[in-house]
C-alpha cells in the first residue's frame, strides 16, 4: 500500500462519534492563550513524541515555535505553534490570519533556524470561509517564500484525529507483535512434542466493529476468507 493512500485512509478515519473524542474537544475548546499552549502538549506528543516545549519568550518562542523536535543546529524536523483564541469560531476571521502571518514572519526573520514542518494548532474549528481561504492564501504564499518546508494549520478537531490515529496505529502494532509470538510459542510447543504438523490455514469470518463505553456495535458487512489467523492479526 502507498504512502498516499495509508495517509488518505487515516484522513477518512473519523473518531467524533466517541465520548472520549468529545470530551477533549470541549476541554482543548474551552482553553485559550498560555491555558492552550499547555493543554495540547500531551496530545501533540502523542503524534511527535521528542517534542520539546520551548521556554516562554525564549529566543524561539519569539520566533513562533512554542514546541520543536529540537537539533542542535537549530535545523527543526518538527516546530509547532499554539493559537489559543478567545473568539468563536463563526468569528475567525482578518485579526487570526494576522496573527498566523506574525508567527510565520517571525519565523522567517530567523535566518539561524530552518524547519521541515511547521504547524499551527488552534482551538476552534475551521467553519469560517473567511479564515479558511485567508489561511490557505497565507500557507501558499509562506511555502512559495521557504519560511518552512512545509506548512499546515490544524484545528482541534484534526489534532485529536491525528492523536486518535495514533493511537490507534500503536495498538495495532502491539497486537501485531503479540500474535507473532504467541505464533511462535504455539509452533515451539508443537515441535517439542514431535511428530506434528501445526494446522495454519483455516477458514475465517471478519467483521469490523466500533465500540465505546455504551455499547459494541458490528458492521453489517462480513468477510469470509481461508488464511492464517495470526498473519491476519499482524
Same mark, same amino acid.
Given at each position: 500500500?502507498?504512502?498516499?493512500?495509508?495517509?488518505?485512509?487515516?484522513?477518512?478515519?473519523?473518531?467524533?462519534?466517541?465520548?472520549?473524542?468529545?470530551?477533549?474537544?470541549?476541554? +482543548?475548546?474551552?482553553?485559550?492563550?498560555?491555558?492552550?499552549?499547555?493543554?495540547?502538549?500531551?496530545?501533540?506528543?502523542?503524534?511527535? #513524541?521528542?517534542?520539546?516545549?520551548? #521556554?516562554?519568550?525564549?529566543?524561539?518562542?519569539?520566533?513562533?515555535?512554542?514546541?520543536?523536535?529540537?537539533?542542535?543546529?537549530?535545523?527543526?524536523?518538527?516546530?509547532?505553534?499554539?493559537?489559543?483564541?478567545?473568539?468563536?469560531?463563526?468569528?475567525?476571521?482578518?485579526?487570526?490570519?494576522?496573527?498566523?502571518?506574525?508567527?510565520? +514572519?517571525?519565523?522567517?526573520?530567523?535566518?539561524?533556524? !530552518?524547519?521541515?514542518?511547521?504547524?499551527?494548532?488552534?482551538?476552534?474549528? !475551521?467553519?469560517?470561509?473567511?479564515?479558511?481561504?485567508?489561511?490557505?492564501?497565507?500557507?501558499?504564499? !509562506?511555502?512559495?517564500?521557504?519560511?518552512?518546508? !512545509?506548512?499546515?494549520?490544524?484545528?482541534?478537531?484534526?489534532?485529536?484525529?491525528?492523536?486518535?490515529?495514533?493511537?490507534?496505529?500503536?495498538? +495495532?502494532?502491539?497486537?501485531?507483535?503479540?500474535?507473532?509470538?504467541?505464533?511462535?510459542?504455539?509452533?515451539?510447543?508443537?515441535?517439542?512434542?514431535?511428530?506434528?504438523?501445526?494446522?495454519?490455514?483455516? #477458514?475465517?469470518?471478519?467483521?469490523?466493529?466500533?465500540?465505546?463505553?455504551?455499547?459494541?456495535?458490528?458492521?453489517?458487512?462480513?468477510?469470509?476468507?481461508?488464511?492464517?489467523?495470526?498473519?491476519?492479526?499482524?
Amino acid at each position: 500500500m502507498t504512502t498516499e493512500k495509508k495517509e488518505k485512509e487515516k484522513s477518512d478515519r473519523s473518531w467524533g462519534g466517541s465520548s472520549e473524542f468529545s470530551n477533549f474537544s470541549g476541554s +482543548l475548546g474551552m482553553s485559550s492563550g498560555n491555558d492552550f499552549q499547555r493543554a495540547i502538549a500531551p496530545f501533540v506528543r502523542v503524534i511527535f #513524541p521528542s517534542l520539546a516545549e520551548t #521556554p516562554n519568550l525564549d529566543h524561539l518562542d519569539t520566533a513562533g515555535l512554542d514546541y520543536v523536535i529540537w537539533s542542535d543546529d537549530y535545523t527543526f524536523p518538527v516546530a509547532i505553534q499554539a493559537k489559543g483564541w478567545q473568539v468563536s469560531a463563526e468569528k475567525l476571521g482578518y485579526s487570526q490570519i494576522q496573527q498566523c502571518k506574525k508567527s510565520l +514572519l517571525s519565523l522567517k526573520k530567523r535566518k539561524d533556524v !530552518h524547519v521541515t514542518r511547521y504547524i499551527i494548532i488552534h482551538n476552534r474549528d !475551521h467553519r469560517s470561509e473567511i479564515f479558511r481561504k485567508g489561511i490557505e492564501a497565507l500557507i501558499q504564499e !509562506h511555502t512559495i517564500e521557504k519560511t518552512a518546508d !512545509h506548512i499546515e494549520v490544524w484545528d482541534r478537531r484534526t489534532l485529536l484525529n491525528k492523536v486518535f490515529n495514533s493511537m490507534h496505529d500503536r495498538l +495495532l502494532v502491539a497486537l501485531s507483535k503479540d500474535s507473532k509470538r504467541r505464533a511462535a510459542l504455539g509452533l515451539d510447543l508443537i515441535q517439542s512434542i514431535g511428530g506434528l504438523t501445526p494446522v495454519t490455514n483455516v #477458514p475465517l469470518s471478519s467483521v469490523l466493529a466500533k465500540t465505546d463505553q455504551f455499547q459494541l456495535t458490528l458492521n453489517e458487512r462480513t468477510s469470509r476468507l481461508f488464511s492464517d489467523p495470526a498473519k491476519q492479526q499482524a
